[in-house]
């Protein structure tokens, strides 16, 4: 039967059958068309998929349990996209495969797979990398970790065409602002991270001498090579941050080794005498300076002292001489009896009085007893007793040698 659509799903045969010669169709009159209409379209397609969905369930379900079993599972789907980031991670949200965004720490939500999904960066974690050594542990001594050398990657040309043996350690980590970096411009960013810092070392190593490489270039050296790692980094757009690096040997190779440690303790030791000998001008210079003004500060006093007591001794000339011109006699008795208080003041003294020649009760002639007051009174009593003891045997050795010489004479 001829097929034409008149609206209402129906086919009818109008006579004009496109197939058969004679006829309107594709070699003849084409038949008017008939006007579209949207909503009929819509209903007849509902009412079919309905019917055709009650048809193909099975006995006993209901279509509208299966509808919201359907919506509940995907509530369910869309429920499964929250998820949590730790403090120390930063989500990136993906949909389809394209980055959308990142989430901080804190409960998030994306799209659930396989729409959506969600990759976790540790962006504070350190990370390390060991070049030109590795570390490994021995299954029988977990606690114990063994240095494995790598010398393709440790030994180095120098500027002045000189090996050196160095192996350091870089110290990274994510860069929190710019995480989509790290995930997505690099792969392998372990590996790149440790080729450029390889790179990077042989760079300022060939560009430096290998014996200030050995003795004081070695502070200058760590610095240098991170910003240039931090820098190569940066142009390939990583996201990734140089935290240090840290020298852990550096070495020449290992046949002339023993000569070159002799040359940087030779350098040590100049270092190390050169400091003492400025330690030693900073500690006795000052005490020279102060020696040096304690000496001038003393002379100076000695010099006021001198003047002083030569103004004085004149001036006590002066009045002496001006005396002595009122009573000449009175005056050098006078001055003769203090010259003798001040040259026979300290010594032991005996009295012998030649007019009378009276002596004591033993006959000594001329010999007058003599009692030291100022011995007998001491300040300690036995002291006193012992001075006085001491006294009183001296005078009585002066005593006879006072009477030999009496008799001799």
């Given amino acids: 039967m001829p097929w034409i659509n008149n609206g209402n799903g129906s086919s009818q045969d109008d006579g004009r059958d496109p197939w058969k010669p004679g006829k309107a169709g594709p070699w003849g009159q084409r038949p008017e068309p008939v006007p579209f209409d949207f909503r009929t379209m819509m209903r007849q397609g509902k009412g079919s998929l309905w019917s055709r969905l009650h048809d193909h369930l099975p006995d006993g379900w209901n279509l509208w349990v299966v509808a919201a079993t359907v919506l509940g599972a995907i509530l369910l789907w869309l429920a499964s996209g929250f998820y949590t980031v730790r403090p120390n991670e930063i989500g990136l949200n993906k949909v389809f495969g394209r980055y959308t965004g990142k989430a901080g720490p804190g409960l998030n939500y994306n799209l659930p797979f396989p729409v959506g999904s969600v990759q976790l960066l540790q962006v504070t974690d350190r990370n390390t990398i060991n070049i030109g050594f590795t570390v490994r542990v021995d299954p029988r001594h977990p606690n114990v970790p063994i240095h494995y050398e790598l010398p393709e990657e440790s030994l180095m040309l120098t ?44 760079e300022v190593i060939g560009r430096s001498q290998i014996q200030r490489i050995l003795t004081a270039e070695r502070k200058v050296i760590e610095p ?21 690096v840290q020298l852990q040997s550096v070495d020449p190779p290992e046949q002339v080794v023993a000569a070159f440690r002799d040359v940087t303790a030779a350098q040590q030791d100049l270092d190390r005498m050169r400091n003492e000998a400025e330690a030693y001008a900073n500690r006795i210079v000052p005490e020279a300076r102060g020696a040096a003004a304690a000496i001038l500060a003393e002379a100076e006093g000695y010099k006021v002292s001198a003047i002083a007591e030569a103004n004085g001794q004149a001036g006590r000339f002066n009045l002496i001489y001006d005396e002595y011109a009122k009573a000449p006699v009175v005056t050098r008795q006078r001055l003769y009896l203090e010259t003798l208080e001040r040259v026979l003041g300290g010594l032991d003294k005996v009295f012998i009085d030649t007019k009378t020649g009276q002596g004591t009760a033993s006959g000594l002639q ?15 009593e036995g002291e006193g007793s012992e001075a006085f003891g001491k006294e009183t045997r001296g005078m009585e050795t002066r005593g006879s040698e006072a009477a030999k010489a009496g008799d001799t004479k």
């Fill in 159 to 202: 500027g002045d065409e000189n090996i050196a043996d160095v192996k350091f350690v870089v110290v990274w980590q994510i860069d929190p602002l710019h995480p989509e970096d790290f995930a997505f411009n690099v792969a392998n960013q372990r590996e790149t991270v440790k080729a450029v810092a390889e790179s990077a070392m042989r």
């Fill in 224 to 244: 240098a090579v991170q910003a240039l790692i931090q820098k190569i980094l940066n142009d390939y757009q990583a996201g990734v941050l140089i935290l240090q």
């Fill in 366 to 380: 001329g010999v007058l007893p003599y009692l030291p007051l100022d011995r007998i009174l001491p300040r300690d």
